[in-house]
Structure formats: C-alpha cells, structure tokens
C-alpha cells in the first residue's frame, strides 16, 4: 500500500469520525436526550466508528478505493488535490492541519497525565480521630445504597482538600484531611457516593481504555473532542448515581461548589512551557463552566429516559455506515 493510500485513508478516518461526531450531536440535540447513559450510548456510535466500522469498510470493501467508485461517490477528499495552494493539493494542506490539531488535544490530555505519574505518591496518614468518625459512618452507607463493597481509602494529612477514586484492579478512593472539613455531612456523604458510583461502573479502567484508543486515534480531532465528552457524560452519570442514592441533589451540588473553589488556587502553570500564560485563564473558566454546568443540572429533576433508546443507537449506527459508505 503507498504513501498516497495511507493518507486517503487517514483522512477518510479523520473525516468520517467528523461527521460521524456532528450527527450524533444533532441526534442528541434534536432526541433532546438528558439521561447522560443514553447520551453515552450515541456518543459511543460516533467513537467507535473509526476503530471498528471504518477499518471493516476498507478491508471488506476495497471497490471504494477504485477511481470508478469515487465518481459516484457523495464526497471524494481526493479530488481537492486538484486545487493547489501555494504548489501543495488543497488535500494535503487539509491532512496535515487536522492531523496537527488532533495531535495537539491528545498532547494537551497526555503531557499532565504524564507529569502526574511521574511524581511520587504521596504517603498516606492516619485519619483524625473527626475524620475516622465521618468517613466510618458515610462510605459504608453510600456503598450499601449502590450495592458495592466498601473500597480501601488512602487518607492524606493535607488541608488541601483532595477527593478521587483511583485503581483498575483495587479500587481505591483518596481523601484528604482538608477534604472532610471543608464538607458538611451530606456532602461529604454526596461527594463519596459521586467516587463510589465512578468505582462502581469501573470508571478508572474505562479511562484508561479510552487514553489507549485516543493514543491509537492520535492524528484524528473529532475523535479527541468525542473523547473529551464522554469522560463529562461520565461524570454526570456518577453525579446523578449519587444523587438518586442519597436523595439530596442540592447536597452534591453545594460539595462540587465547594471543592472547585478551594481547588481553583493551583499553581501557575510554568511559563516555559509554549503559551501557558495565555492559556491558563481560558482553562480555568472552561473548568468553571463544566461545575457550573453540573450544578445546574443538579438542581433540575432527574432526567427522564428517551424512549426506544436502544433502538434509536442502533438505528444511527446503521444509518453513519450507509451514509459513510458513500464518502471517500
């Protein structure tokens, strides 16, 4: 295979996670589908089509590949090789600006994630005798309402407030000393059952399945974005778990206010690093903005599940690979 079939087929991938992406969208906004599950479940339509369905229709349907097949095709990306910009194929210039873009998100994703595996752990503490008493009383309450057993927890003599789950194998849930005083009972019970829903549905080793495929799907944007969403509908399924297992929406949402504003004072980013100045405010109101988000959906209802789900994520799978099947 050359050169020029590996970049038609990158940027078939790339394009078709693309539309793949906007239309699951459009579904989501127009099914007007609230259960983050649901919601999850389409999404995975559009995530899983550059891994599974994508690579099924080059190897099941080499014709595509034939110039007779891209004549009749809806769209052909080759063509626009015909059209230079400054001596390069209007293909090529398209290529390698979303691949750069998609390398660039799963770098923003990867280099923190690998600066913070490279720090030592921090050693833990014997909880206070106001801390044993809280967290003694609230995760075996919040495990039994999800029908988990109670997982290990690394305590850390830290004001800072600090509160994650951890562990693919042995689940873990990590909470600091300035963790538990900040919250009050109910959010202390809210924000365990939030870590112990993640826990509960295997959140940490579905992450890590999810950073090897965006490892695997570097090159391609839409993928990195559907990627990111996922991992805010996980956290929405966990926060509404929580909600409905300690029946106080408000308490969950009062300990997510909580927590990010005693988080928010981080240290700067090093100003080494390219544009860490200009960068540091945008994410941090993206960061505030995704809380916000979150409490306000906390302070609605439960959502009410959309009808005919299943059918309705089988429908779109098979509705992306007809459409798709025509665009080379």
Not at 159 to 169: H, K, M, N, S
Not at 227 to 247: H, K, N, P, T, Y
Request: include cysteine; aromatic fraction near 8%.
């Amino acid at each position: 295979m050359g050169s020029e079939s590996w970049a038609e087929i990158l940027a078939q991938a790339i394009f078709h996670t693309l539309v793949a992406s906007l239309f699951v969208e459009a579904l989501v906004r127009s099914w007007r589908v609230r259960v983050p599950l649901q919601r999850m479940a389409l999404r995975l339509v559009a995530l899983g089509y550059p891994l599974v369905l994508f690579p099924a229709l080059v190897l099941l349907a080499p014709a595509r590949a034939g110039e007779e097949f891209r004549e009749t095709a809806l769209f052909a990306g080759r063509h626009w090789e015909e059209v230079r910009v400054l001596g390069v194929g209007l293909f090529s210039w398209w290529l390698t600006a979303f691949a750069a873009l998609g390398t660039t998100l799963f770098l923003m994703d990867l280099v923190p994630l690998a600066a913070a595996l490279r720090r030592p752990r921090p050693s833990p503490a014997e909880p206070d005798p106001e801390s044993a008493a809280a967290l003694g009383d609230e995760l075996p309450r919040v495990a039994a309402g999800l029908r988990v057993r109670p997982p290990p927890v690394v305590f850390l003599d830290r004001e800072a407030p600090i509160l994650f789950c951890t562990g693919v194998r042995r689940h873990t849930i990590v909470i600091s000393r300035g963790a538990v005083r900040l919250l009050d009972r109910e959010e202390l019970r809210s924000a365990l059952a939030h870590e112990l829903a993640h826990l509960a549905r295997h959140d940490p080793a579905a992450s890590w399945a999810v950073m090897a495929a965006r490892a695997l799907m570097f090159f391609n944007p839409a993928f990195q974005v559907l990627s990111r969403a996922m991992a805010r509908d996980a956290e929405w399924l966990a926060d509404e778990r929580a909600a409905e297992v300690c029946g106080d929406r408000l308490a969950l949402a009062s300990g997510l206010i909580k927590l990010h504003r005693a988080t928010a004072r981080r240290a700067p980013v090093r100003r080494t690093l390219p544009f860490a100045t200009a960068l540091q405010e945008p994410l941090a109101r993206a960061r505030s903005l995704d809380v916000e988000v979150r409490c306000r959906r906390l302070l609605d209802p439960p959502p009410r599940p959309l009808r005919w789900g299943a059918l309705r994520v089988a429908l779109a799978a098979a509705s992306l690979t007809a459409l798709l099947f025509f665009v080379v």
